[in-house]
């Protein structure tokens, strides 16, 4: 069986966060592996990205990259407080909070930190239903395993 020495855990920062958590953990201490947690926000600039010849007041692309900004440093505390609750007993390569496309951003990641295994959460059943889900496309797309851990509920 490969060993696992890096692990990502493409982290929601939801609900399933808490259940996921400890299968990462048991794996990591398994494997003795570091791991890495990479939480992605959705970009709002392609919600203003659209040419208008006469631009709109106020600053709609202003407002929304300081939104976003905003979003993103309460990200990264919300994170940091999540893995040091759930962490502890752990060693983290790396912890980002990033914007982008979700899966791509995965992706992209896995391939540039030289990830060995990703975990990650299934998402509630109506979020499948309504968006398809990023652990679909993530488990279709990876060049490496992907465990899935299902959420348990049917919201």
Request: proline share 5%; no cysteine; net charge positive.
């Given at each position: 069986?490969?060993?696992?020495k890096k692990i990502l855990y493409p982290i929601a920062l939801t609900?399933?966060?808490?259940?996921?958590?400890?299968?990462?953990?048991?794996?990591?201490?398994?494997?003795?592996?570091?791991?890495?947690?990479?939480?992605?926000?959705?970009?709002?600039?392609?919600?203003?990205?659209?040419?208008?010849?006469?631009?709109?007041?106020?600053?709609?692309?202003?407002?929304?990259?300081?939104?976003?900004?905003?979003?993103?440093?309460?990200?990264?505390?919300?994170?940091?407080?999540?893995?040091?609750?759930?962490?502890?007993?752990?060693?983290?390569?790396?912890?980002?909070?990033?914007?982008?496309?979700?899966?791509?951003?995965?992706i992209q990641y896995v391939e540039s930190e030289k990830i060995d295994?990703?975990?990650?959460?299934?998402?509630t059943t109506l979020q499948k239903v309504m968006f398809g889900t990023?652990?679909?496309?993530?488990?279709?797309?990876?060049?490496?395993?992907?465990?899935?851990?299902?959420?348990?509920?049917?919201?």
């Amino acid at each position: 069986m490969p060993g696992f020495k890096k692990i990502l855990y493409p982290i929601a920062l939801t609900d399933i966060s808490p259940i996921v958590a400890p299968y990462v953990v048991l794996m990591a201490k398994q494997f003795d592996a570091e791991v890495h947690l990479l939480h992605v926000l959705r970009r709002f600039d392609w919600f203003v990205n659209t040419y208008v010849s006469d631009p709109p007041k106020p600053d709609f692309k202003r407002i929304a990259s300081d939104f976003e900004s905003e979003l993103l440093a309460q990200a990264r505390q919300m994170l940091d407080g999540f893995i040091a609750r759930h962490f502890k007993e752990i060693r983290i390569g790396r912890a980002e909070v990033v914007s982008g496309t979700n899966y791509k951003q995965i992706i992209q990641y896995v391939e540039s930190e030289k990830i060995d295994l990703i975990i990650m959460g299934t998402g509630t059943t109506l979020q499948k239903v309504m968006f398809g889900t990023v652990a679909d496309k993530v488990s279709r797309l990876a060049s490496v395993p992907v465990m899935l851990i299902k959420s348990g509920g049917s919201k």
